[in-house]
């Protein structure tokens, strides 16, 4: 005798499906593209912000020039600086001067008294043009000495001589000024007048 398959149920019919339309890449992604709205306006400003105040900021930049007289003394934030001297040196043999260049020389005095002093590397600034040149000591082959710094020494109490050579073009004429920025200037800086 065989056993007969149990009866199965009855399937219910099928009911109309209506076709989805699959959602729109706009409708899916709208929550990201509101924050992008919102967030790439906000990181600009605040990008732009910091670099404007990294640059223009308070005391940020020196911006005001106190003019010293060629063989002058200045007193700036707590210190005695000048008056500078130096000039052309003729002899470059051993270095690494450029053809159609000149090295100039220049020794800045300080005297910090009681308390060191900190500043930015001088730079040298032709009168007429406003060109600008910054220190070249280890590029053109001169080592380094601490008997000869070419920035402020900030534990250095007392007097000592900053000496920074620029190479500048043989078409650079001077007088040229030296510019120098203590650290607790503000937005001031010393800028001496300078004749090689």
Excluded: H
Aim: glycine share 8%.
């Amino acid at each position: 005798m065989t056993i007969p398959s149990p009866p199965l149920p009855a399937a219910a019919p099928e009911s109309p499906v209506a076709p989805t339309s699959p959602s729109s890449w706009w409708r899916s992604n709208l929550l990201a593209l509101v924050a992008l709205v919102v967030l790439i306006p906000m990181t600009t400003a605040a990008v732009g912000w910091q670099e404007w105040y990294q640059y223009f900021g308070f005391g940020a930049r020196a911006v005001t020039g106190i003019e010293v007289a060629e063989k002058d003394t200045a007193d700036l934030v707590g210190a005695t600086w000048g008056p500078v001297r130096g000039g052309e040196v003729e002899d470059v043999s051993g270095l690494d001067v450029p053809d159609d260049t000149r090295l100039i020389a220049v020794a800045v005095p300080v005297d910090a008294r009681a308390e060191g002093i900190g500043c930015e590397t001088p730079k040298l600034v032709e009168q007429s043009t406003g060109r600008e040149w910054r220190p070249v000591r280890l590029e053109i082959g001169l080592l380094s000495s601490p008997d000869e710094p070419e920035t402020c020494i900030s534990d250095e109490l007392g007097e000592y001589e900053m000496i920074v050579p620029f190479v500048v073009p043989d078409d650079a004429e001077g007088p040229f000024w030296v510019d120098v920025r203590p650290y607790d200037a503000g937005g001031s800086f010393l800028r001496f007048s300078f004749e090689p």
